[in-house]
């Protein structure tokens, strides 16, 4: 069965169940494991966060979760169709096709939890069920060839702002690749100085631009390049509490998602961005920390995912020298020094490790 | 000459004019033309803002502004270098690379003001000088095919993301087309359903994916195949003041980039976006207009670039009823109905006006 096939499939069972309640005189109920914050455990083994046993039950016997059920059988109604006939729609034009219905949303927050619903009681993405965010994920640069369709792409050959990772991910199969990493960065200013300066032929590297916060298509790139193609991934990041979670979100998921990090987390992935060590070793220009930084710091020392010691260890030191950098700040050296200089450096030490 | 040996010349003539002053025993001074509101002025013919005949001095002979110059000729020498080199760089590595000269910056926001007085001094853009925006442009789908460097790509080849404008997208040329006309939509969301819906073909259409406000890059490259292919340009964005602007900042530049709106202006491009008369004609779902819509309204109707019967009636329509509507909201009659029914009819609108 391919994916399609086992979308549709679980999206039918789902009426099935409330079926043979109907049939069986039953009032019709349907099993939502709980996303509650008592649910969300962080897994030793996994290192990501999971779901943990606990669920709720919409019964129709309830007035107030009668709405809710419809809702969501409406969706999945919708989602059947949508996977049926080979066609995604934003949470955005989910929320609006509802005016259709005899249900409708009240706002996008309720559509976009309804969605959640489905995504945690079929354990699915919504992405499988035809639910697209609205934004594109990563650019990709390097010798990798992907496929879409019956369109094979090269991202050595996709323009100097490499190939657009799109929310449809999945459907994207590798079919030949020349790198033996990935290296991925914040911003897309450090992504065209590493195109620029050819980092892609000297590291024989992916280029990742993360544009910021990871999109949940370009987690999902990550985590299949690294697993599909057994490509070790480093991230490099300004050295700010911000720059680290980007890197830890798409090292070890996010709470909010638990229900799909197995799908989006790659544990494997390794820091290789700015620290406060960097700092003091490479002299950088540097910025105060702000009092919101020195907070968010203090909440990531007692975040399970930070627990190694790597981590304790440069976040205390970063609250010590009380200042943070961005990784463009190594131009104080010239353009190239990052590509000539740092990353070689930084890539030696995490290798040989 | 091609355009980078033009700007070598112009960066070079800045040092001559210094070099002359001081051979001839004169204080070294510099002529920069104006950029505060007063010589900002909006042309009628050229239908965007421009900058008028008014300019200022810097001169050695002002100790406040001797900094000033010092910077503006450091900034110019890495710029002239960068160019030889066929490189370019982030306003973000400009401003930290100052820290290795004798005249550094307090910060990105003077090293940016520095770039700006350089465009206008010279007459050119900073993409042309080798500083670059730190973001991308547009996403492109549909038959067109462009060549960086020696790599030609097809931009129905792409990816379903589309080929994505680089902010050197000057350096790219136009090898070959085969479409009609330019839509630009201002989200992804609508760009994928456009592409999904093969609005590429029905519409014989280049889809951009404009990514809310235009980034100059976007803007260059709009205005680039309106001029250089011929095509005429429509705008589809939300029914709402932010809509409406990131649709006249493409076709009329901003103030701010009066001095180089002659590079990124498309006068000729088309709002086909939704308007006040289709909330009501389609029956939209809407959103109440907020305080600051509102607020923003009025002011759009004081801005010359709103001068036209088409938007003081459409603006004052929308002030009446009172309400505002996304694109996205049309898929309250169906995922296709946009492609489908909408855009036709508001294309023949407006080719037939």
Not at 54 to 71: D, E, F, L
Not at 259 to 279: C, E, M, R, Y
């Amino acid at each position: 069965m391919n994916r399609r096939e086992i979308a549709i499939n679980k999206l039918k069972s789902l009426g099935d169940v409330i079926l043979d309640d109907v049939t069986q005189g039953r009032i019709p109920r349907i099993k939502v494991p709980s996303r509650g914050t008592s649910n969300i455990i962080y897994d030793e083994d996994k290192r990501h966060y999971v779901l943990g046993d606990r669920y709720g039950t919409r019964s129709m016997g309830n007035v107030k979760q009668i709405k809710k059920i419809g809702q969501m059988l409406y969706t999945a109604n919708f989602c059947k169709d949508l996977v049926a006939r080979e066609k995604t729609a934003t949470l955005r034009e989910l929320y609006y096709i509802s005016e259709g219905w005899e249900v409708d949303f009240a706002d996008q927050q309720e559509s976009n939890i309804v969605g959640e619903d489905l995504e945690v009681t079929l354990g699915m993405t919504r992405e499988e069920l035809g639910l697209m965010p609205e934004e594109d994920g990563a650019s990709v640069y390097g010798a990798l060839t992907v496929r879409e369709g019956d369109i094979e792409i090269d991202a050595l050959r996709s323009g100097k702002s490499g190939y657009n990772i799109s929310p449809t991910i999945d459907e994207v199969e590798f079919v030949d690749h020349d790198v033996e990493r990935v290296i991925a960065v914040e911003t897309m200013g450090m992504f065209h100085r590493l195109v620029q300066e050819k980092a892609y032929k000297k590291f024989d590297a992916l280029i990742v631009g993360l544009k910021g916060q990871a999109a949940r298509a370009t987690r999902r790139f990550i985590k299949r390049v690294n697993e599909e193609l057994n490509l070790p991934v480093y991230i490099c990041n300004d050295g700010d509490p911000w720059g680290f979670h980007i890197a830890m979100v798409i090292i070890s998921g996010s709470a909010k998602l638990a229900h799909v990090n197995h799908q989006l987390a790659t544990p494997d992935a390794k820091f290789l961005g700015v620290t406060a060590s960097d700092i003091i070793n490479y002299d950088l220009p540097t910025d105060p920390l702000k009092d919101v930084d020195v907070v968010r710091l203090k909440e990531l020392l007692q975040d399970p995912r930070y627990r190694g010691d790597f981590w304790k260890t440069e976040i205390k030191k970063m609250l010590t020298i009380g200042k943070k950098a961005e990784q463009q700040s190594f131009s104080k050296y010239g353009l190239e020094y990052v590509v000539d200089t740092y990353l070689p450096e930084k890539l030696e030490a995490v290798e040989n490790q």
